[in-house]
Protein backbone atom coordinates (compact mmCIF):
# COMPACT_ATOMS: atom_id res chain seq x y z
CA UNK A 1 0.00 0.00 0.00
CA UNK A 2 1.32 3.59 -0.53
CA UNK A 3 2.26 5.95 1.44
CA UNK A 4 -1.02 8.64 1.61
CA UNK A 5 -0.37 12.29 3.06
CA UNK A 6 -4.24 12.21 3.53
CA UNK A 7 -5.81 8.99 4.38
CA UNK A 8 -9.48 10.35 4.75
CA UNK A 9 -10.42 13.14 1.99
CA UNK A 10 -13.43 14.98 1.12
CA UNK A 11 -13.75 14.98 -2.56
CA UNK A 12 -16.10 18.06 -3.32
CA UNK A 13 -17.59 17.85 -7.12
CA UNK A 14 -19.91 20.60 -8.84
CA UNK A 15 -22.72 19.07 -10.46
CA UNK A 16 -21.54 20.72 -13.93
CA UNK A 17 -18.96 18.23 -13.36
CA UNK A 18 -20.84 15.52 -14.12
CA UNK A 19 -22.46 16.60 -17.02
CA UNK A 20 -19.14 16.94 -19.17
CA UNK A 21 -19.53 18.59 -22.16
CA UNK A 22 -22.95 18.70 -21.93
CA UNK A 23 -23.08 21.09 -19.86
CA UNK A 24 -26.20 19.71 -18.02
CA UNK A 25 -27.58 16.49 -17.11
CA UNK A 26 -25.53 13.85 -16.51
CA UNK A 27 -22.64 12.29 -18.76
CA UNK A 28 -21.86 9.00 -18.51
CA UNK A 29 -18.61 8.87 -19.84
CA UNK A 30 -17.53 11.99 -17.86
CA UNK A 31 -18.72 9.81 -13.81
CA UNK A 32 -17.20 6.92 -14.96
CA UNK A 33 -13.87 8.45 -15.68
CA UNK A 34 -14.37 10.34 -11.69
CA UNK A 35 -15.55 6.78 -10.72
CA UNK A 36 -12.36 4.97 -11.94
CA UNK A 37 -10.33 7.19 -10.00
CA UNK A 38 -12.13 7.06 -7.28
CA UNK A 39 -11.71 3.40 -7.28
CA UNK A 40 -8.31 4.04 -7.65
CA UNK A 41 -8.28 6.04 -3.96
CA UNK A 42 -10.02 2.62 -2.34
CA UNK A 43 -7.62 0.62 -3.76
CA UNK A 44 -4.92 2.48 -2.45
CA UNK A 45 -6.77 2.55 1.42
CA UNK A 46 -7.81 6.00 1.42
CA UNK A 47 -11.13 6.59 2.83
CA UNK A 48 -13.47 8.65 0.40
CA UNK A 49 -16.77 10.99 1.29
CA UNK A 50 -18.21 12.84 -1.37
CA UNK A 51 -20.35 16.48 -1.32
CA UNK A 52 -22.09 16.82 -4.99
CA UNK A 53 -23.88 20.07 -6.13
CA UNK A 54 -27.02 20.27 -8.61
CA UNK A 55 -25.90 23.00 -10.99
CA UNK A 56 -26.43 20.74 -13.99
CA UNK A 57 -29.70 20.13 -12.82
CA UNK A 58 -31.13 23.21 -11.13
CA UNK A 59 -29.14 26.88 -10.00
CA UNK A 60 -30.51 29.29 -8.02
CA UNK A 61 -30.42 31.78 -10.76
CA UNK A 62 -32.96 29.81 -12.56
CA UNK A 63 -35.52 30.66 -10.47
CA UNK A 64 -34.41 34.17 -10.46
CA UNK A 65 -38.21 34.78 -9.85
CA UNK A 66 -39.11 32.31 -7.29
CA UNK A 67 -38.77 32.27 -3.44
CA UNK A 68 -35.43 31.74 -2.69
CA UNK A 69 -35.98 28.69 -0.26
CA UNK A 70 -38.55 27.18 -2.70
CA UNK A 71 -35.39 27.84 -5.30
CA UNK A 72 -33.28 25.79 -2.83
CA UNK A 73 -35.16 23.13 -1.86
CA UNK A 74 -35.19 22.53 -5.36
CA UNK A 75 -31.26 22.65 -5.72
CA UNK A 76 -31.15 19.97 -3.27
CA UNK A 77 -33.69 17.77 -4.28
CA UNK A 78 -31.10 18.12 -7.76
CA UNK A 79 -27.89 17.08 -5.68
CA UNK A 80 -30.14 13.97 -4.60
CA UNK A 81 -30.10 12.59 -8.30
CA UNK A 82 -26.78 12.82 -9.16
CA UNK A 83 -25.43 11.12 -5.55
CA UNK A 84 -27.47 8.50 -6.96
CA UNK A 85 -26.10 8.31 -10.08
CA UNK A 86 -22.96 8.48 -8.34
CA UNK A 87 -23.80 5.50 -6.39
CA UNK A 88 -24.74 3.64 -8.98
CA UNK A 89 -21.50 4.44 -11.23
CA UNK A 90 -19.39 3.04 -8.05
CA UNK A 91 -21.20 0.43 -7.69
CA UNK A 92 -21.02 -1.00 -11.06
CA UNK A 93 -17.24 -0.97 -10.82
CA UNK A 94 -17.60 -2.99 -7.05
CA UNK A 95 -16.93 -0.31 -5.14
CA UNK A 96 -19.38 -0.15 -2.38
CA UNK A 97 -20.84 2.81 -1.34
CA UNK A 98 -23.81 4.68 0.60
CA UNK A 99 -25.54 7.34 -0.27
CA UNK A 100 -26.45 10.07 3.00
CA UNK A 101 -29.14 12.55 2.41
CA UNK A 102 -29.50 15.91 4.60
CA UNK A 103 -33.18 15.37 4.00
CA UNK A 104 -35.11 12.23 4.56
CA UNK A 105 -36.05 10.22 1.51
CA UNK A 106 -35.72 6.78 3.11
CA UNK A 107 -36.85 4.85 0.02
CA UNK A 108 -33.41 5.68 -2.09
CA UNK A 109 -31.29 6.78 0.37
CA UNK A 110 -30.19 7.04 4.40
CA UNK A 111 -30.50 10.05 6.47
CA UNK A 112 -27.43 11.40 7.45
CA UNK A 113 -26.05 10.33 10.57
CA UNK A 114 -22.46 11.45 11.44
CA UNK A 115 -21.61 8.20 13.51
CA UNK A 116 -22.97 6.16 10.68
CA UNK A 117 -20.78 7.66 8.08
CA UNK A 118 -17.52 7.59 9.85
CA UNK A 119 -18.19 3.37 10.03
CA UNK A 120 -18.96 3.15 6.37
CA UNK A 121 -15.70 5.14 5.41
CA UNK A 122 -13.69 2.65 8.20
CA UNK A 123 -15.15 -0.30 6.19
CA UNK A 124 -13.82 0.53 3.01
CA UNK A 125 -17.31 2.31 1.55
CA UNK A 126 -17.57 5.26 -0.68
CA UNK A 127 -20.16 7.47 1.09
CA UNK A 128 -22.17 10.46 -0.98
CA UNK A 129 -23.57 13.40 1.08
CA UNK A 130 -26.67 14.72 -0.87
CA UNK A 131 -29.09 17.79 -0.49
CA UNK A 132 -26.45 20.21 0.91
CA UNK A 133 -26.72 21.25 4.54
CA UNK A 134 -30.67 20.89 4.59
CA UNK A 135 -31.02 24.42 4.89
CA UNK A 136 -31.25 26.86 2.39
CA UNK A 137 -29.27 30.47 1.86
CA UNK A 138 -26.64 27.44 2.47
CA UNK A 139 -24.43 26.20 -0.45
CA UNK A 140 -22.62 22.81 -1.12
CA UNK A 141 -19.68 24.54 -0.82
CA UNK A 142 -20.71 24.97 2.45
CA UNK A 143 -22.01 21.67 3.26
CA UNK A 144 -18.63 20.02 2.06
CA UNK A 145 -16.64 22.18 4.52
CA UNK A 146 -19.28 21.03 7.40
CA UNK A 147 -19.45 17.31 6.66
CA UNK A 148 -15.05 17.26 6.42
CA UNK A 149 -15.69 19.07 9.75
CA UNK A 150 -17.68 16.11 11.09
CA UNK A 151 -15.56 13.05 9.35
CA UNK A 152 -12.49 14.30 10.63
CA UNK A 153 -11.54 14.62 6.89
CA UNK A 154 -7.61 15.36 6.51
CA UNK A 155 -8.35 17.47 3.04
CA UNK A 156 -11.15 18.73 0.85
CA UNK A 157 -10.13 17.39 -2.81
CA UNK A 158 -11.91 20.29 -5.14
CA UNK A 159 -12.83 19.02 -8.83
CA UNK A 160 -13.16 22.37 -10.73
CA UNK A 161 -13.41 23.38 -14.28
CA UNK A 162 -9.92 25.21 -14.11
CA UNK A 163 -6.58 23.51 -13.05
CA UNK A 164 -6.27 25.54 -9.84
CA UNK A 165 -6.57 29.19 -8.29
CA UNK A 166 -6.42 32.35 -10.40
CA UNK A 167 -6.25 36.39 -9.72
CA UNK A 168 -9.02 36.72 -11.91
CA UNK A 169 -11.02 34.23 -14.40
CA UNK A 170 -8.95 32.86 -16.85
CA UNK A 171 -11.40 32.21 -19.46
CA UNK A 172 -12.47 35.99 -19.70
CA UNK A 173 -8.86 37.04 -18.30
CA UNK A 174 -5.51 35.27 -20.20
CA UNK A 175 -3.13 37.47 -17.59
CA UNK A 176 -5.11 35.88 -14.89
CA UNK A 177 -2.08 34.51 -12.45
CA UNK A 178 -2.31 30.94 -11.20
CA UNK A 179 -1.13 30.40 -7.53
CA UNK A 180 0.33 27.42 -6.56
CA UNK A 181 -0.26 27.99 -2.56
CA UNK A 182 -2.56 30.56 -1.37
CA UNK A 183 -3.87 31.11 2.36
CA UNK A 184 -7.55 31.13 3.12
CA UNK A 185 -7.39 34.63 4.13
CA UNK A 186 -5.89 35.27 0.79
CA UNK A 187 -9.19 33.97 -0.86
CA UNK A 188 -11.54 36.17 1.76
CA UNK A 189 -9.70 39.31 0.91
CA UNK A 190 -8.91 38.94 -2.70
CA UNK A 191 -12.97 37.64 -3.24
CA UNK A 192 -11.75 34.82 -5.17
CA UNK A 193 -14.28 32.40 -6.04
CA UNK A 194 -12.92 28.85 -4.92
CA UNK A 195 -15.80 28.24 -2.05
CA UNK A 196 -17.80 30.39 -1.15
CA UNK A 197 -17.37 32.96 2.40
CA UNK A 198 -18.71 30.61 4.89
CA UNK A 199 -17.41 27.55 3.32
CA UNK A 200 -13.87 29.27 3.01
CA UNK A 201 -14.27 30.48 7.16
CA UNK A 202 -15.15 27.05 8.26
CA UNK A 203 -11.97 25.42 6.51
CA UNK A 204 -9.64 27.91 8.25
CA UNK A 205 -11.49 27.98 11.55
CA UNK A 206 -11.10 23.69 11.76
CA UNK A 207 -7.70 23.74 9.56
CA UNK A 208 -8.58 21.59 6.89
CA UNK A 209 -6.48 21.89 3.60
CA UNK A 210 -8.01 22.76 0.03
CA UNK A 211 -6.42 21.07 -2.86
CA UNK A 212 -8.67 22.80 -5.99
CA UNK A 213 -7.70 20.85 -9.24
CA UNK A 214 -9.28 20.02 -12.67
CA UNK A 215 -11.70 17.50 -13.02
CA UNK A 216 -11.14 17.03 -16.42
CA UNK A 217 -7.97 14.98 -15.06
CA UNK A 218 -9.82 13.00 -12.39
CA UNK A 219 -6.63 11.20 -12.00
CA UNK A 220 -5.10 14.54 -10.20
CA UNK A 221 -7.05 12.99 -7.29
CA UNK A 222 -4.62 10.08 -6.73
CA UNK A 223 -1.56 12.56 -7.23
CA UNK A 224 -3.13 14.84 -4.73
CA UNK A 225 -3.72 12.11 -1.69
CA UNK A 226 -0.08 10.83 -2.16
CA UNK A 227 1.35 14.84 -1.78
CA UNK A 228 2.28 15.11 -5.00
CA UNK A 229 1.86 18.80 -6.01
CA UNK A 230 -1.37 19.58 -7.86
CA UNK A 231 -3.68 22.30 -8.92
CA UNK A 232 -3.01 24.82 -5.62
CA UNK A 233 -2.93 24.46 -2.06
CA UNK A 234 -5.50 26.26 0.12
CA UNK A 235 -4.19 26.45 3.56
CA UNK A 236 -3.25 28.48 6.73
Not at 84 to 100: K, N, P, W
Not at 209 to 229: C, H, Q, R, T, Y
Request: net charge neutral.
Amino acid sequence: MPDLKYKRVLLKLSGEALAGEKKQGIDSETVGKICDQIKNLIKMGAQVAIVVGGGNFWRGRNGAEMERTTSDYMGMLATSMNGLALQDALETRGIYSRLQTAIEMREIAEPYIQRKAIKHLEKGRVVIFSCGTGHPYFTTDTAAALRAAEINAEAILVGKTIDGVYSDDPKINPNAEKYDKITYLDILEKNLKVMDSTATSLCRDNHIPLIVFAISEPENMVKAIKGEKVGTLVTE
